[in-house]
Each structure stands twice: as structure tokens, then as C-alpha cells.
């Protein structure tokens, strides 16, 4: 095993460990080399933590993303949040298309939960190949950073309440997409 694959492996055991206080709550279903996928709850058919890979000059992040798959009877589309604020976070909002992100927009208790965590991005689109809804939400807590010279690594820890937030939030998208 190559120093990259086992940089790999670690970043992949680390974000299990991230997320073992939900993995109680959650069935697990299945496991490849980037993800590990849970059967949702309510609304939500799967719920999968995937490690994405962010390539930098002399080193990686390995940035966990936090998915879940639904269906719903909607046109395909794809909204992004966008964070107002440049050092202070001062409002988050939904922009794309008009109908979904009206939708998203609208739920006040979305909106708030939302700007109260701590993350990168999120996204709402309609996946092609599953055919499923996706809603992506990708904290800046639950990363594994990998520093080739000098040799350095860390955990970027989440908290247990973002993670159940961050699942509250896939959970309240699913069901505003379903009315």
C-alpha cells in the first residue's frame, strides 16, 4: 500500500470515528472506499457520509460531505445556499432556480438552523442517475487534513449537535420538496 492510499485510509477511519455518536441511530447499509451509506430517517430514503478529496500543493483535505437521497415530484433543478456575510455569517439563502429555492426560502426554521451551523456549502439537485433528489451539506468540522512537508496530520472534529443538526437540516429539505 502506496503513502497515498494509506493517508486514504486513515482520513476514512477518522471520518467513521466523526461520525460513530449517530451510527447508533442509524442502519447502516452499505460501505465502499469513499462512503458509507445509512438507511434515512422519515423523509429521507439513504443518508451517505462521503469523503471528497481536495488536491493542494503538498498535501490533501479530505472534506466529509453529508448526503441524502429522496424523491419528489419536482422539475429537475439545482439550488446552491449562499452565505451572506465576509468574517460574520449574517444570513444564508438559497439561490438557483425560482421554484425550489422560493420553496427553501420560505421555511424560516430551515434558514435559521442553517446559518446556526458551521458549513462550507450545501446543495439541492436532482441526480440523472438515480434519478433521486440530493440534498449535500459539507461542514468545515469533520476533516482530516494531510500535510506532506513537514510531515503533518489532523482531525477537524464536528460536534455530535452539528451533525444531528446537519441531518435535521437534509431532513426538513426532503420533506419542503415532497409537499
Known sequence: MGLLARVQSKAFNTMKENISPLISDLRKSEEGL???SFRGPAYVEEIVFRQVIEKRLLGRVFK?????HFEAGLSPATVRLKIHGILVKKGVTFEGDDELSRRLNSNNRLLSLLQALDIEQATVSYDFNSEKWRAAITPYGGSYVWIMIPPLSYNVRIRED?????LKCIEIIAKELKK
Not at 466529509?64 to 441524502?68: N, P, V, Y
Not at 452539528?162 to 446537519?166: D, M, N, P, V
Open 64 to 68: 466529509t460531505s453529508i448526503e441524502g
Open 162 to 166: 452539528e451533525l444531528r443538526g446537519i
Open 34 to 36: 469513499d462512503y458509507i
